[in-house]
């Protein structure tokens, strides 16, 4: 059994490059607008805060997970949005403690967690490694939303690996949530990483194919860029749709972004 502590590290450095956006900003700008509809920077880590949460009590209190899962049913459309609701009205500073409290707490729960064992979640239950994976996925492509509504560019890591894994691996699922059947036969993924490395899936001789930089594959998983404004390529007609379809989250689909320089 692979040692989950890298992706451990790894979910602690997002958090914490994500923590330096906004630890020095004024409440005004934890007002400020993202691309989320509705959804100010106050909401976005709220919402962060508010799944670490979920997955602390995934992971020490099994029954009282379950009790949460039954309240999501009642009300699944609006739950996870209450639950940034309800985070946003908070004083940044106090959302901002609560915030790193509970990713800390989140991560020694995952660290002491006994070796292979796995915890109900939403969806299917899961190992700590895929759990912190999961969280690292969501904590960057939220984090994405912050730097864009403060106009910064976050500088890409090789982190991003894990939301790569994480995009691939929900291919079936893509297909699926769309209705379309799922293709019979396995990718070719090839994605060059920030550190220049290339991170490979699937076999050297799939025909159908998707290339390009590992940050546009992410922007495209986490459907926080258009097809339109990144330089990825597909080779043959299902890779080609799944571009077009392609989602790393549980869920119906999203409506993703425009293109840039579409009208609002």
Known sequence: MSDPTPVFDDLREESEQLDLLVTELTEERWALATPAPRWTIAHQIAHLHWTDQAA???VTDPDGFQESVKQALTAPDAYVDEGAEEGARLRPAELLSRWREGRAALDGALRAAPSGARFAWFGPPMSGAAMATGRLMETW???QDVADALGVVRPPTD?????VRIGVRAR????GVHGLPVPGEEFRVEVTAPSGEVWTYGEPDARQRVTGPALDFCLLVTQRAHRADLTLHAEGSDAD???DIAQAFAGPPGTGRPPKGTPE
């Open 159 to 163: 982190r991003l690996r894990h939301v």
């Open 56 to 58: 602390l009590l995934a």
């Open 241 to 243: 749709r799944w571009l």
């Open 172 to 175: 079936d699922f893509a297909f």
């Open 141 to 143: 492509a939220h984090g």
